[in-house]
């Protein structure tokens, strides 16, 4: 069971890295050449320790606590899991969250306010 769980999770690493590849970004697995060191499962994202979760049962909080402390001082510590027949998710904590909003809310200002000024 321990090698079907470790090939399901090699799987869901390679394939969220296909997807964020698909969205432009240039991401592979971190952990394929060196071996559990406390890499991120998921590495190309500038400042987000992505811990990837392909499992049916997810213990969140155990997974959070993985992430914040393998997570380098300029990281955010995120999870981004599914189950089967499930799209990804992603798991983070509050404040992270509400740091990313407030600059995704703000260049969306900036964009329609270039908007109205090309009417």
């Known amino acids: 069971m ?3 769980s470790n090939r399901k999770g090699k799987a869901g690493e390679l394939e969220l ?6 969205h432009g ?3 592979r ?7 559990a060191d406390g890499s991120a499962d998921v590495i190309g994202l500038p400042y987000m320790h992505i811990e990837c979760k392909r499992v049916e ?11 914040r402390s393998d997570a380098r001082e300029n990281e955010k510590p995120i999870i981004m899991h599914r189950k089967n027949r499930e799209p990804w998710k992603v798991t ?7 740091e990313l909003y407030r600059e995704w809310a703000a260049g969306k ?3 329609d306010g270039e908007k109205e000024n090309t009417e």
């Open 2 to 4: 321990a090698i079907n």
């Open 17 to 22: 890295s296909h997807i964020l590849r698909d």
């Open 25 to 27: 970004y240039d991401t």
């Open 29 to 35: 697995r971190g952990q394929q050449y060196c071996g």
């Open 57 to 67: 049962k997810l213990n969140l909080d155990a997974a959070m606590v993985q992430s």
């Open 92 to 98: 983070m904590l509050l404040d992270d969250w509400i």
């Open 109 to 111: 200002e900036l964009e």
